[in-house]
């Protein structure tokens, strides 16, 4: 008997329908004719859920079935699949092909039914079919053949039910005699050959009664054998000599041979001891987000959640500030192999005052924003981009809106950050290998998981993972419903897919997302409330794609969490507290030329609720140093103070204004000068100076070896307040040089497969496969015996031009052969209007409009038996 292509069936009788559709009086025999009998929304609906098909846009029907039992297309589709979906995909694997919708409930449901299952099962084939996973009526249910090959049981890839093969696959190549030794110890009569005695015993294993009898008759080791193979793996290792109930069991055929020193437990048999379940626990139900123990403290209380997600996103502003306030003359170096060192990261993570996960998802989030990237000097360095000028004027709610909206579509993954790459590499914060595609739709998943829980309601984190897990179990790592499968001996998730989800409830919490473990007001605007509310509770299987990875309107989300936002944040002061201790307290935020001008004359001693600054000699320097006065700073304290000016403020202000600048440092190499020449010898006299390698040149004036900013350090490091001249004399004013990048882009999220195409590229795409379909299954005129092999005939010059008048005034429709201007070949289905000047003006029904041929390039023209139109 020879091999059917991949789809082909042969007719039969039609069983009645099963719930997910009817077969009609003649069953399709292949994918592609299956395909021709959908509608064309139903054929955007395949392209939206298969994007990967659509490049480029297959020519006809049959080139679309074949694309879309590709292995990668076909990995792509069943990685999507909820876990119900993908368990009905792994029963019709090992059922009969085809099979019936009633063998198919039976595998899932067992003998004893389940009415949950039953009531799940229609809309998993219907999302089978709908993806051209399945195809066929519910009478003749098949799976695709690359799908069959990837989840049916083999000995080197175990199935996901763990069933075996089957008799006739585990006695292929066994002796006639020993299978008439197997039928006979099973109490069978003999056969005449092998396919008889095959047929015989796989009719006893699926009899339940005579099966039942026979394992009434079995020693009590052997069904303990049994139950360890029973739900798999089906295979076990013997020794040369089995032991009695192995024996008994393999004489039977209960066990059968796969290898010389291991047997097998046959499909048939193992789905009599599980009563006739492919699954041990299939789960058509996905498992419900439960809130947290702790739950109950903000248990309607939405505010509550609000405020402690508010503090969290102020905290966040001012996180980011501070990092790149602290880069802002530039940062670290950029690593030959890219991204940040492991010391530059210790060393942001001890200004920031966290960890260093923490400092990296910092540093990751100014990156995914655009506001941090690299200079691209020969001596590249990091710096804030001119971005962040931009966004540091803009209010405090829109600039969180910016870095959440950033963050959401990342698929930039901090949490990869110090470990190892397949190859033991350390990935390191800003290095080029921390994108992960799924990143953005597990991000925008988490929260539409909690988007769905009643408002102020925090989520247990496991059953979050665990809902996941059901959506995406290929992706997930955990294809068995065990809910532990995915963690290792901590308790941590092992699976990526789980480990961004618990990552982004940590990010979320420190972002303000979440306030308290439960989602804020302000991000249920930002993912559109009514949206996430809509799809959460649906699978995304049977959701549109577009809905898990683009979010609509961002920019008009974004306003209205910005607008949800402001209110609860604190309003910017004007003023601080001075205190005698030479500190000052900011009882809230600054504005921003207050904190700018209070963070140049202060060192920010502690952050909290409130800030903390202190004064010290060299702060006040490098006021002076940055152009300002005594008697400004004395104006400028008094004016943004609630409090009088303590007066050991005062004094510092004036004893250090007073000795500023008496020293004056420029360039030799460089030079002290100073009018009192007893201070001079009085700096050659102090030891301490001895490195500076100073000598004098005149009363007032020593040379140092040193160069200028060296010998600047070191007089202030002795205690004195030097201060720097250009070369004509005058003080230098030093102020902070602003180091940025040129123009820089937010770096691209990496894309979670092909881009999801838009209604009007499936409509197009959609009208085009169909007429390429028409043109290459219409049916056609006997043409003569060169023609055949499905190519066109050779006609001349004179015939070309014959038969396209003659279609042109009878408006018939031709197949015609045409060569462009660059030498590709195709064939087309044309009804031509106009004859003249050597063109023919036609309707294409390839191309669904009007278009003119040069008659030099038409190769060859052959009728039609019908008008296509």
């Not at 007073?658 to 002290?672: E, F, N």
Request: with cysteine; charged share 20%; glycine share 8%.
């Amino acid at each position: 008997m020879g091999t059917m292509p991949e789809g082909s069936s042969t007719a039969g009788p039609s069983s009645p329908a099963g719930p997910s559709g009817a077969a009609g009086p003649s069953s399709p025999r292949t994918l592609a004719e299956a395909l021709r009998t959908r509608a064309d929304d139903e054929l955007a609906a395949l392209l939206r859920a298969r994007p990967d098909l659509l490049t480029p846009v297959p020519n006809d029907l049959t080139q679309l079935a074949t694309r879309a039992g590709t292995r990668a297309s076909v990995v792509r589709a069943l990685e999507r699949l909820d876990r119900f979906t993908l368990q009905t995909a792994e029963a019709l694997a090992v059922a009969p092909d085809p099979a019936p919708y009633e063998t198919l409930l039976a595998l899932l449901t067992g003998d004893e039914g389940d009415l949950t299952i039953e009531a799940a099962l229609p809309h998993a084939v219907d999302v089978l079919r709908g993806q051209a996973l399945v195809w066929g009526g519910d009478d003749r249910l098949r799976l695709v053949r690359t799908a069959r090959e990837l989840l049916a049981p083999s000995p080197t890839r175990p199935s996901p039910t763990g069933l075996g093969p089957t008799v006739a696959e585990a006695t292929a190549g066994m002796s006639p005699t020993r299978l008439q030794e197997i039928l006979a110890a099973a109490g069978l009569p003999t056969t005449h050959d092998p396919v008889s005695a095959v047929a015989a015993l796989t009719s006893l294993f699926t009899d339940r009664e005579r099966m039942a009898a026979l394992l009434d008759t079995a020693p009590p080791e052997a069904l303990t054998v049994l139950d360890r193979l029973v739900w798999g793996p089906p295979y076990g290792e013997v020794t040369a000599t089995p032991a009695p109930p192995v024996r008994w069991l393999r004489d039977r055929g209960l066990l059968l041979p796969a290898s010389p020193r291991t047997v097998v437990l046959p499909r048939e048999a193992a789905l009599h001891l599980r009563a006739g379940r492919a699954h041990r626990a299939p789960e058509p139900v996905p498992p419900a987000v439960a809130p947290a123990a702790a739950a109950s403290m903000t248990a309607g209380r939405p505010q509550v959640v609000d405020s402690a997600a508010a503090a969290q996103a102020y905290t966040a502003l001012t996180t980011v500030e501070d990092l790149l306030k602290d880069w802002h003359e530039g940062g670290p170096a950029v690593m030959r192999s890219g991204g940040l060192s492991v010391r530059d990261l210790k060393r942001t993570a001890a200004a920031l005052d966290t960890n260093e996960q923490m400092a990296g998802f910092w540093l990751e989030l100014a990156y995914a924003a655009g506001l941090l990237a690299s200079d691209g000097e020969a001596d590249e360095r990091y710096a804030p981009t001119p971005a962040y000028d931009d966004w540091l004027t803009l209010p405090a709610a829109e600039r969180w809106a910016h870095l959440a909206t950033a963050w959401l579509g990342a698929t930039r993954t901090p949490g990869l950050i110090g470990s190892q790459d397949a190859k033991g590499r350390t990935l390191s914060a800003l290095g080029p290998e921390l994108d992960r595609s799924s990143a953005a739709e597990v991000r925008r998943r988490v929260l539409e998981l909690l988007a769905a829980l009643p408002s102020a309601t925090a989520p247990a984190p496991e059953t979050v993972l665990a809902r996941l897990r059901w959506e995406r179990p290929l992706r997930g790592g955990a294809a068995a419903p065990d809910t532990n499968a995915a963690r290792n001996a901590a308790g941590t998730p092992t699976d990526l897919r789980s480990r961004i989800a618990a990552w982004t409830l940590t990010e979320a919490e420190v972002l303000g997302i979440t306030g308290r473990g439960a989602l804020s007001t302000h991000a249920r605007a930002l993912l559109g409330a009514d949206a996430a509310a809509s799809t959460a509770g649906v699978a995304p299987a049977s959701r549109p794609l577009s809905d898990e990875l683009v979010p609509p309107d961002c920019a008009e989300l974004a306003a209205r969490a910005a607008a949800a936002l402001a209110p609860l944040l604190p309003e910017p002061l004007d003023h601080v507290l001075l205190q005698a201790d030479l500190t000052a307290v900011a009882p809230g935020p600054l504005e921003r030329p207050l904190a700018e001008t209070l963070a140049v004359l202060a060192d920010v001693e502690s952050k909290g609720g409130a800030t903390v600054y202190r004064f010290t000699p060299g702060s006040v320097r490098r006021a002076l140093d940055a152009g300002r006065s005594a008697s400004e700073l004395h104006t400028f304290l008094a004016t943004h103070s609630r409090t009088p000016v303590p007066q050991p403020l005062s004094y510092l202000i004036d004893d250090v204004a007073r000795r500023h600048g008496h020293l004056r440092i420029g360039a030799a190499s460089a030079y002290v000068r100073c009018d009192d020449d007893a201070l001079l010898g009085e700096i050659l006299a102090d030891k301490r100076s001895q490195g500076l390698r100073l000598r004098r040149l005149a009363p007032t004036v020593l040379a140092a070896q040193a160069d200028p900013a060296t010998l600047l350090e070191g007089l202030r490091a002795m205690g004195y307040a030097p201060a720097a001249e250009s070369a004509e004399g005058d003080v230098l004013i030093t102020r902070a040089h602003a180091r940025r990048t040129p123009p820089r882009t937010p770096p691209a999220p990496v894309p979670d497969g092909p881009p999801v195409p838009d209604g009007t590229l499936l409509g197009a795409a959609v009208k085009a496969i169909r007429a390429g379909d028409l043109a290459s299954t219409v049916v056609r005129k006997p043409v003569p015996e060169p023609a055949r092999n499905g190519e066109l005939p050779r006609t001349t010059s004179a015939e070309t031009l014959a038969t396209v008048q003659a279609a042109a005034m009878t408006g018939a429709a031709l197949w015609i052969g045409y060569v462009n201007a660059d030498g590709a070949a195709s064939q087309r289905v044309i009804a031509p209007v106009r004859v003249e000047g050597g063109f023919v003006t036609a309707y294409d029904h390839t191309a669904d409009e009007v278009r003119t041929y040069p008659l030099h390039r038409i190769t060859g023209v052959a009728e039609l038996a019908d008008d296509p139109a």
